[in-house]
T-cell receptor, first 111, second 115 residues
C-alpha cells in the first residue's frame, strides 16, 4: 500500500534561518507531488507541485522553493525564513485516477 | 481558473441532527470533486470523491454528497451527526492530471457539535 512520510512534525526556527522540509512517498511510482500551506483559520494554499523529477511549478511567488531530486522525494526549502512563513505545511501525492493523499503535516513557527 | 467556495465558515449543529455543508465550484470541464476532513493538527482524510457516474456519492463515516452540474455544487450531507464529527471540512476540485492534477480547496467549514 502507499504511504507518505513528512517530517519533522513540529519546528521552531528563528527569523533568517534556513528551512528544509522533506516528504517521501512509498508504494507508488511517478506520482504528482504537492506542497500546501495552511495558515491559522484559513484554507489550504497550494505552494508548489511537481509532475516529475526536477519539474517544479510554483503557484505563489514567495520566500520558499521546492525540489524533487528523486521520483518519490519532495523537499520544501527556504534560505532565510520570515515571520510570515509560519504555518502548517502539508505534503501530498496523487496518482492519475486517485484522490490526493496527505502527510501528517509540519507545524512551523518562525520566531 | 478553477475555484471552490464554501459559503459557511462555521456551522453548529446538535448531536443527532442532520447536516449539510455547501460547496460551489468553478471549473471549465467535468470536475473531479472531493470532500476532506481535518482534525486539529492533523493531515487531511478523504471522506468521498466524485469522478464520474452516479451523482450521489457515498463516503466513509455515513457521509454522502451530491454532484449537481446545473448548480455547480457538491454539497456534503449526513443524516445524523455524532459528536466525533466535529472537525474542519474542505471541499476541493482537481485539475486534469496531465495539467498537474492539483487540488484547489475551499476555505473550509468548521463544524461544531452540541451535545
Amino acid at each position: 500500500s502507499q504511504t507518505i512520510h513528512q517530517w519533522p512534525a513540529t519546528l521552531v526556527q528563528p527569523v533568517g534561518s534556513p528551512l528544509s522540509l522533506e516528504c517521501t512517498v512509498e508504494g507508488t511510482s511517478n506520482p504528482n507531488l504537492y506542497w500546501y500551506r495552511q495558515a491559522a483559520g484559513r484554507g489550504l494554499q497550494l505552494l508548489f507541485y511537481s509532475v516529475g523529477i526536477g519539474q517544479i511549478s510554483s503557484e505563489v511567488p514567495q520566500n520558499l522553493s521546492a525540489s524533487r531530486p528523486q521520483d518519490r522525494q519532495f523537499i520544501l526549502s527556504s534560505k532565510k525564513l520570515l515571520l510570515s512563513d509560519s504555518g502548517f505545511y502539508l505534503c501530498a501525492w496523487r496518482g492519475q485516477y486517485t484522490e490526493a493523499f496527505f502527510g501528517q503535516g509540519t507545524r512551523l513557527t518562525v520566531v | 481558473a478553477q475555484s471552490v467556495t464554501q459559503p459557511d465558515i462555521h456551522i453548529t449543529v446538535s448531536e443527532g441532527a442532520s447536516l449539510e455543508l455547501r460547496c460551489n465550484y468553478s471549473y471549465g470541464a467535468t470536475p473531479y470533486l472531493f470532500w476532506y476532513v481535518q482534525s486539529p493538527g492533523q493531515g487531511l482524510q478523504l471522506l468521498l470523491k466524485y469522478f464520474s457516474g452516479d451523482t450521489l456519492v457515498q463516503g466513509i463515516k455515513g457521509f454522502e454528497a451530491e454532484f449537481k452540474r446545473s448548480q455547480s455544487s457538491f454539497n456534503l450531507r449526513k443524516p445524523s451527526v455524532h459528536w466525533s464529527d466535529a472537525a474542519e471540512y474542505f471541499c476541493a476540485v482537481a485539475a486534469l492530471y496531465n495539467q498537474g492534477g492539483k487540488l484547489i480547496f475551499g476555505q473550509g467549514t468548521e463544524l461544531s457539535v452540541k451535545p
